[in-house]
């Protein structure tokens, strides 16, 4: 059995009984409890165990010329013929006497094996300190915020009503032309559904029998119908570009351009709400916290 084996115990309910102790040197009350690192597991820097102490004046221990911090811990304990070990029992064996009323190794004589039953029975006796577990509140993200929904769908609804504005201002769609247009290609793709329904509405014998022959003629007269099809989308596309006057671009018409600014004002203060709104968030999480 090694002091050294001994985890440093911290015990300061016993430091402050063993600072009402008598001094080991003058048999005075004692000012201070100093840890004997000398044999024990406090190597040359580290303190040890709290129950590897002894009380001493202040005369003894710092101040004095005979102090333990000035002549060396070893040089102490020789000069004043102290044995830690036989300190250590006695002191440990009168705080369990008087703390605790248990009288434990009464007529025992000290020894390292002692020291190590009487420090496990204190320890035992010590209440414990169960660590208290904190929950850490998650923080919210801003996209799950009222307000950032709330701005998202007044966003939403105010885009909605800037394409309406423009689709009805566009000046395509008010154009003869393309008006003519689009009434011709209607009636130029209903012509061609007749004509492949009427293809279609042979009898079925006959079409058992021509099967073959049905699919080539069909396949030739949509190919055709097809080509005919692409010349007059072409011719009339080009009537159109001689009959259209100049073609004014819509993103340099007026309207489009207050719109695109009153958009940009609008999303640039939205930006701003949600700056300082974020803000707010984490300066009330920081006086929570």
Partial sequence: MELSKHKPHRNQRYLNWLRQQKCVVASVKAQCAHHIRLGTNGGAGLKPSDYFCIPLLN???TTGSQALHIIGEETFLTSFKLEPVDLFFNFLRNYLKEEYEVCLLKNASPSLQGIATLIEKIE?????K????????????VADTDFYQETKELKRQKDKELREKLKEKSPLKESEAYQKAKEQKRVRDKLLREKLKESDSRPTQAKRKTSTVKVVKNKELYEKAKEAKRLRDKELRQKLKKERAPKRSLTNNDFYQ?????????????????????KEMRRSSKDID
């Fill in 59 to 61: 005369e003894y221990h």
């Fill in 130 to 141: 169960e660590p208290i577990k904190t929950r850490t509140k998650k923080k919210r993200s």
């Fill in 258 to 278: 207050k719109a695109k600014e009153a958009r940009k004002e609008r999303e640039k203060e939205l930006r701003k709400k949600q700056k300082e709104r974020i």
């Fill in 124 to 128: 035992s006796l010590r209440p414990t």
